[in-house]
């Protein structure tokens, strides 16, 4: 089982920075896509964005694009998540977990389930 623990999150002014960390274990994490998945309250997660297993590209959803950059080091079962610029519409408890697609948009998660997250409050 591949499972993950989020940590990083913390309160921020609008316009700070904070870098998300995800270290994975049970599975080696070169095989794998990761995708970061947030979660305001009463909401859906939304992926935000995800980096491929083969190449190491990635991508962004527009509410983030520009501002976040997602990164891995598989020597260290790590995968990162730079959140720059940010707004209070950033709140929520964060996530990382596999992804079954990283080609376009954050794809389904898949193979285990949702750790505890990290929580990241935006505001003033």
């Known amino acids: 089982q591949l499972q993950f623990v989020e940590s990083g999150g913390g309160l921020v002014q609008p316009g700070g920075s904070l870098r998300l960390s995800c270290v994975a274990s049970?599975?080696?994490?070169?095989?794998?896509?990761i995708g970061w998945f947030r979660q305001a309250p009463g909401k859906e997660h939304e992926g935000v964005s995800c980096?491929?297993?083969?190449?190491?590209?990635?991508y962004y959803a527009d509410s983030v694009k520009g501002r976040f950059t997602i990164s891995r080091d598989n020597a260290k079962s790590t995968v990162y998540l730079q959140m720059n610029s940010l707004k209070p519409e950033d709140t929520g408890v964060y996530y990382c977990?596999?992804?079954?697609?990283?080609?376009?948009?954050?794809?389904?998660?898949?193979?285990?389930?949702w750790g505890q997250g990290t929580q990241v409050t935006v505001s003033s």
């Open positions: 977990r596999a992804v079954s697609d990283c080609s376009g948009y954050v794809g389904p998660a898949y193979f285990g389930s």
């Open positions: 049970g599975r080696t994490l070169d095989y794998f896509s």
């Open positions: 980096i491929n297993s083969h190449d190491g590209s990635s």
